[in-house]
Structures are given as C-alpha cells and as structure tokens.
C-alpha cells in the first residue's frame, strides 16, 4: 500500500469514527434494516409490476412507487420541469411481414427469407436498385472488402457452415468503421431457420428512438439461400469483392409508441453547507428488467434444473441435462413437490435484478433525510430505466443531464445486491462483495469506499476480479456507472454476483438475503457521507477521456 492511500484510509476512517458516533448512527440503524428493504421488495417485485420491462404499465407504476416514496421523504424533485421524472424516448422496433426485398427476379420475404436486426439503432433502411457485393466471411476480417467499396453498397458477409448463432455477436460486427457507409449490411445466417430468432424478431425490440443521423447502417439477417439469391452465386464459393444483383427494400419495420412513458426518476437531497450543496455525491440503480416471458414455464422445475445445469441463469449456456444430471434436478424438485403443487410461470419479477438497488435506494433516501444525517454536499438519487437494453436510461440521463454534470463528484451504482451467499455463487458468502470500477479513475475514491467498509462491523471482501481489464463477463461495460465513468466521474458498480435466478421467472423476493442486503446498504450509506463531507472531491488519476469512445473493459 503506497503512503498515500495509506494517509488517505487513515484520514477516512478517522471520520467515519466520528460519523458513527453522531447522531445520525441511530437514526441510519432504525431504517436500513432487513425488515424495510423486505417491505419495499415485496411490492417492487411483485407479479402486477409484470416485470417492468421499460413502456409497460409495470414500470410505470414502480417509478410512481419510487416517486411517491421520495416524495414522502422530503426529497426535492429532480427531472424535467419540476418533475420527478426524465422521459427516455423508447419505442418498440417489430418486424412487418409485409415486408420485401427483390434482387433480380427473386422475391424475399420478411419473416422467413430476412428479419432486420431491430435490436439495433440504426439508419431506417432506404435502398433501391442497390448493388450488392460480397464483403467476405463475417469472422474473419483479414479478408472484408474496403470501406471503399463498401460504400453506398449492400454488404453481404457469410459466417461458414455450422455458425452457431451468429445473431448474438452482430453488434460487435456493424459497428466496424469499415461498414459505415455502406447502405445496409446482411449476414447469411443460418440460425434464421430457428423459430426462436424469427418469433423474437416478430415481438420486436426497445430501442432508443434517437435521431438517425450518424448512426449505425441497417442490419438484415438473411437465411443462406437469400444470401446466394442476392449476389446471383453462392456464398459459399463468392470471392470478397465479387458483385450481386441490385437489391430493393420495401418496409419491414414498423416503429410503435410505448403503452406508458419509459422514464428515469430523479430526485435530490440538498446538502447541509450552503457551499458545497451545488456538488452531487450520484446514488444509482436500475428500476427496469425484462417483463413476462413468451412461453410458460414451471418455476420449481426452472430452479431445480438451473441448480445444476445453468448456476449463473441466463449468463450459463443452455444445454441437456446429463443421466447423473437429470437424477439430481429429479431429486430436488420431489423434495420441492411434497412442499407444493406445480407452479406455472412467466412474469420474471427482478427482485435482485435490480429490484435490490431500487428499494437500497428508497432506504438510502429515508436515512440521509433526517436532518442530522444529510452530508454537506447534495445527494443525487437516480433510479435508471433500461439498464436490460445497453444502458439506456443512464446513457441518457448522462449525456441529457438535469443537473450540471460537472457538479457529480462521484456515483456509487448498486445492482444485484440482494443474493451473494455460497449457495449462489462461487467463493460467496456474508463478506462477499463485487467491485467494479472503485480505482480505475480516482484512486482516492476507491480508498474511500474501501475507508467506509473498513468501519463496518463485518466488512466485506471486496471481490476485484470482475473488474481485471479484459475479464469475458464484461462487467465494467455492462453496469449504469459505466455511463458516469465515461464522462470522467468516478463511479463504481456494486454486486453480490449471479445466480441461477438471473433473468429467470424465479427471481422473486422470498429468495433474498435481506439482512446481507441490508449491510451493502450500510456501506453505501457511509460511502455516501465520508464523500459527501469530504472538504475536496475525489481526485482523477488522470485526464477526462472521450464519452462517446467504445467502453473497453
């Protein structure tokens, strides 16, 4: 440990002393409790919130629960126009099956020859008697055409025999320079004859309804032999360069309103000193997740067989149970049979994701109320909407700020708080704890949320090896602080990890550790005082880098 993070954790922990020994320790005690968090979870992550999925009148009515809670707490409002609220303009992208495209005398129809990527912001699709031209192998850009000629083209890339859902990593593949000028890009993919990756299409997707300006090309999926019908040859035996056929579209999107307004809240607790109070300490989550499921399943059977098969829920690939696998699920779900009847399922409620944050917040909010508790700078709540969707409501609450950007000194995000134990996730336990982000733009901040969990009564471990530059899972990307951090604000992502609940319909409240949960909020709690009462605001490491550059992990 370097001298200064060794003055500073001194320095830091020598005022959280003096914190816990205020008046505002009792009060903080009698209101982050399990038994709080448990009441606001129940009702967050109940089935009539249907999921919360952004427009959907389940979302609208946690956003008023949290509105209304903050309200009652005394907070300021914080949104657009004295409101509560910060409107994020989504819309629902689905696929028109009316939709044609012709090359030559082909005829190719939307919803069984091509499906756009609707999940996608991008460029509407405008091309008539376009030509087309064979851009490669999508896996191997060694051997892709020029953006050159790739310009005012429609691209076509093949992705080989056996591709495995190619669809998943298409973003990745658009977003290359190389194709940015192109009039659209289609990739041959063969996991289009799949029902599940058509019936998705058909459903639609929320996307951003942004100005298209800059944005992305359309991107089509397109079965093999739509592919070969365009370029007149086989993809399989095409030469990069090689010309098609003049290609046409005809609409195959529509683009719907949501039924409810999706929507950020936002709200302010003023500081206690009339000089510092114009600076923010930002405290986060995420209100959304990923609404009712489009088939229904049996929840005790999902969690029997996700003990075993796929611990990390949707992070875990899907695959067949195993002979000795098959016995074990069998076996846990008798025991939970002579328990209960069958229970059938589709709404995944979210309580850890991020149902946890959100009522952490509402708690958090109750406690720095009290007038003793308030620190001297301001405490900016943000309660994101459409995290599920990229990141969506933190994006865009960060690059449409209701408050001067500049003025947050610092954001601490909690997402997927509420679980940990060994059960859920390797290495888990009371003192397991992740951390993204702590060091990576102030060093200083980091010592001092390490300073707040020194002090605790049982401190946590934190876990660092999500954040490693490089780490597959991506976490630092995947998180709403990453939104801060972009703009040079040190931030930090909480979490105590996946589970076999992840995005799965048994992700409901009676499976949360809420007296853990309640410890997570204690350290956010103190986090947010020792930073908030600090005389200066925690140092950068280094320069501000651009905002809008690709997150690298």
Same mark, same amino acid.
């Given at each position: 440990?370097?001298?200064?993070?060794?003055?500073?954790?001194?320095?830091?922990?020598?005022?959280?002393?003096?914190?816990?020994?205020?008046?505002?320790?009792?009060?903080?005690?009698?209101?982050?409790?399990?038994?709080?968090?448990?009441?606001?979870?129940?009702?967050?992550?109940?089935?009539?919130?249907?999921?919360?999925?952004?427009?959907?009148?389940?979302?609208?009515?946690?956003?008023?629960?949290?509105? !209304?809670?903050?309200?009652?707490?005394?907070?300021?409002?914080?949104?657009?126009?004295?409101?509560?609220?910060?409107?994020?303009?989504?819309?629902?992208?689905?696929?028109?099956?009316?939709?044609?495209?012709?090359?030559?005398?082909?005829?190719?129809? #939307?919803?069984?020859?091509?499906?756009?990527?609707?999940?996608?912001?991008?460029?509407?699709?405008?091309?008539?008697?376009?030509?087309?031209?064979?851009?490669?192998?999508? +896996?191997?850009?060694? *051997?892709?055409?020029?953006?050159? *000629? &790739?310009?005012?083209?429609?691209?076509?890339?093949?992705?080989?025999?056996?591709?495995?859902?190619?669809?998943?990593?298409?973003?990745?593949?658009?977003?290359?320079?190389?194709?940015?000028? &192109?009039? &659209?890009?289609?990739?041959?993919?063969?996991?289009?004859?799949?029902?599940?990756?058509?019936?998705?299409?058909?459903?639609?997707?929320?996307?951003? /309804?942004?100005?298209?300006?800059?944005?992305?090309?359309?991107?089509?999926?397109?079965?093999?032999?739509? #592919?070969?019908?365009?370029?007149?040859?086989?993809?399989?035996?095409?030469?990069?360069?090689?010309?098609?056929?003049?290609?046409?579209?005809?609409?195959?999107?529509?683009?719907?309103?949501?039924?409810?307004? #999706?929507?950020?809240?936002?709200?302010?607790?003023?500081?206690?000193?009339?000089?510092?109070?114009?600076?923010?300490?930002?405290?986060?989550?995420? $209100? /959304?997740?990923?609404?009712?499921?489009?088939?229904?399943?049996?929840?005790?059977?999902?969690? !029997?067989?996700?003990?075993?098969?796929?611990?990390?829920?949707?992070?875990?690939?899907?695959? !067949?149970?195993?002979?000795?696998?098959?016995?074990?699920?069998?076996?846990?779900?008798?025991?939970?049979?002579?328990?209960?009847?069958?229970?059938?399922?589709?709404?995944?409620?979210?309580? /850890?994701?991020?149902?946890?944050?959100?009522?952490?917040?509402?708690?958090?909010?109750?406690?720095?109320?009290?007038?003793?508790?308030?620190?001297?700078?301001?405490?900016?709540?943000?309660?994101?909407?459409?995290?599920?969707?990229?990141?969506?409501?933190?994006?865009?609450?960060?690059?449409?700020?209701?408050?001067?950007?500049?003025?947050?000194?610092?954001?601490?995000?909690?997402?997927?708080?509420?679980?940990?134990?060994?059960?859920?996730?390797?290495?888990?336990?009371?003192?397991?704890?992740?951390?993204?982000?702590?060091?990576?733009?102030?060093?200083?901040?980091?010592?001092?949320?390490?300073?707040?969990? &020194?002090?605790?009564?049982?401190?946590?471990?934190?876990?660092?090896?999500?954040?490693?530059?490089?780490?597959?899972?991506?976490?630092?990307?995947?998180?709403?602080?990453?939104?801060?951090? +972009?703009?040079?604000?040190?931030?930090?992502?909480?979490?105590?990890?996946?589970?076999?609940?992840?995005?799965?319909?048994?992700?409901?409240?009676?499976?949360?550790?809420?007296?853990?949960?309640?410890?997570?909020?204690?350290?956010?709690?103190?986090?947010?005082?020792?930073?908030?009462?600090?005389?200066?605001?925690?140092?950068? $490491?280094?320069?501000?880098?651009?905002? $809008?550059?690709?997150?690298?992990?």
């Amino acid at each position: 440990m370097n001298n200064l993070r060794r003055s500073i954790l001194l320095v830091a922990a020598s005022l959280m002393a003096a914190t816990a020994a205020s008046s505002q320790a009792p009060r903080a005690a009698t209101v982050i409790t399990p038994e709080n968090l448990s009441t606001h979870l129940f009702i967050i992550a109940d089935d009539s919130m249907g999921g919360r999925d952004p427009g959907s009148r389940g979302n609208y009515l946690a956003t008023e629960y949290i509105a !209304a809670q903050w309200k009652r707490m005394g907070l300021v409002p914080a949104g657009e126009s004295g409101s509560w609220f910060q409107a994020v303009p989504f819309v629902r992208v689905r696929l028109n099956e009316s939709g044609t495209m012709t090359a030559g005398r082909a005829l190719l129809k #939307a919803g069984s020859d091509f499906v756009p990527a609707s999940w996608i912001p991008s460029r509407s699709p405008s091309f008539q008697s376009t030509p087309a031209i064979f851009a490669g192998d999508a +896996r191997d850009s060694t *051997q892709w055409i020029t953006a050159e *000629q &790739a310009k005012g083209k429609v691209v076509v890339l093949s992705v080989g025999t056996g591709s495995a859902r190619a669809y998943v990593r298409t973003f990745a593949l658009i977003s290359n320079p190389r194709w940015r000028d &192109a009039a &659209a890009v289609l990739v041959a993919e063969l996991d289009l004859l799949d029902a599940d990756v058509r019936r998705d299409q058909i459903r639609g997707a929320l996307v951003v /309804d942004m100005p298209q300006q800059g944005a992305l090309p359309p991107l089509f999926l397109v079965t093999p032999g739509a #592919a070969d019908s365009i370029l007149g040859a086989s993809t399989d035996t095409a030469r990069p360069g090689q010309a098609g056929r003049g290609v046409a579209h005809r609409g195959s999107v529509s683009r719907d309103p949501t039924p409810y307004p #999706a929507r950020n809240v936002v709200a302010v607790l003023p500081g206690a000193d009339p000089a510092l109070r114009g600076q923010y300490i930002s405290l986060t989550a995420h $209100n /959304d997740h990923v609404g009712v499921g489009r088939v229904t399943v049996e929840h005790d059977s999902i969690r !029997a067989h996700n003990a075993i098969v796929r611990p990390m829920g949707a992070d875990s690939p899907e695959r !067949a149970e195993t002979p000795d696998e098959a016995a074990r699920v069998r076996q846990i779900l008798d025991s939970l049979r002579a328990l209960r009847p069958a229970r059938p399922d589709s709404i995944r409620n979210g309580a /850890d994701d991020d149902g946890s944050g959100t009522v952490s917040l509402l708690v958090l909010a109750e406690a720095l109320s009290h007038p003793g508790a308030r620190p001297r700078r301001s405490v900016l709540f943000v309660s994101h909407t459409g995290e599920e969707y990229g990141l969506v409501g933190s994006k865009w609450f960060t690059d449409h700020p209701t408050v001067p950007l500049d003025s947050i000194v610092a954001e601490i995000d909690q997402d997927m708080i509420g679980r940990g134990s060994a059960v859920d996730v390797s290495g888990g336990g009371p003192t397991y704890l992740e951390v993204i982000g702590a060091m990576r733009l102030s060093r200083e901040f980091g010592a001092q949320l390490e300073a707040a969990n &020194a002090v605790q009564p049982l401190p946590f471990s934190f876990n660092y090896t999500f954040d490693a530059p490089g780490h597959p899972l991506q976490y630092y990307c995947r998180a709403d602080h990453y939104s801060y951090a +972009r703009y040079g604000i040190p931030s930090v992502a909480l979490s105590r990890g996946e589970h076999l609940d992840y995005h799965q319909v048994t992700d409901e409240p009676q499976y949360i550790d809420y007296v853990n949960m309640a410890r997570v909020t204690q350290l956010v709690y103190d986090a947010a005082i020792l930073i908030g009462n600090a005389d200066s605001r925690p140092a950068l $490491n280094g320069p501000k880098g651009d905002p $809008n550059a690709p997150c690298r992990q």
